[in-house]
């Protein structure tokens, strides 16, 4: 099974609406990072949090990680059409040299306007 | 700053067949990644240099995937020959250094097929 696990798998919101992806992986890691990809598209990293972190904010994004439940949400408030896209949580593991990241399946989040 | 360059964007060849794929990186950016990214997952880490040496292949299959970044820039993706199960989007990345925390840069990828 994945590192990091999305849910929900699909997420259908309106326009101004906040929208909350969550992510659950398994092993110890250094740090959680987010991406975004738009739809035939490469991967634009959105944000960073370390794993002595609790709470990041990068204009409407706000992510949490919560390492002794192994889990992270990244939330986009006042959601816009443009947000439409896969979202995908990436762990870099602890005990992996390097800079490896571990991939989940992703969030499709579509923004209707 | 000009972003991760990669060629082809689609291919289609048939099964048996070989083909490659070129990755620019970012100027500068000392580490380069290649993942396969198979429709609706999530990319998987194949390959991983840094400069023109390997630091990470254990997900590359050996048998028919190889890769390499002779000048420690410009990489290359190669698989011979080609299964249906190959088809997928290839993603070239790139990090300024390869510490623990550094952002990747993906390119637009190379859509394969094998029919």
């Known amino acids: 099974s994945q590192q990091g696990e999305e849910d929900p798998q699909a997420l259908s919101i309106q326009e101004g609406e906040n929208a909350t992806m969550n992510c659950s992986y398994k092993t110890s890691i250094n740090n959680l990072q987010w991406y975004r990809q738009n739809s035939g598209r490469g991967l634009v990293h959105l944000i960073l949090i370390r794993s002595n972190e609790r709470e990041k904010h990068s204009g409407r994004l706000r992510v949490t990680l919560d390492t002794s439940k192994k889990s992270s949400s990244l939330l986009i408030t006042a959601s816009r059409a443009a947000d439409t896209a896969s979202y995908f949580c990436?762990?870099?593991?602890?005990?992996?040299?390097?800079?490896?990241?571990?991939f989940g399946e992703g969030t499709q989040l579509t923004v209707n306007p | 700053e000009a972003g991760v360059a990669q060629s082809p964007r689609y291919k289609i060849i048939e099964k048996r067949q070989s083909v490659a794929f070129w990755c620019n990186p970012i100027s500068g950016h000392a580490t380069l990644y290649w993942y396969q990214q198979i429709l609706g997952q999530g990319p998987k880490l194949l390959i991983q240099f840094q400069n023109n040496g390997v630091v990470d292949d254990s997900q590359l299959p050996k048998d028919r995937f190889s890769a390499e970044r002779l000048k420690g820039v410009d990489s290359t993706l190669k698989i011979q020959p080609a299964k249906l199960e190959d088809s997928a989007v290839y993603l070239c990345a790139s990090s300024g250094g390869a510490g623990l925390y550094n952002e990747q840069f993906f390119g637009p990828g190379t859509r394969l097929t094998v029919l």
């Open positions: 990436a762990t870099g593991p602890r005990k992996t040299s390097g800079s490896r990241l571990t």
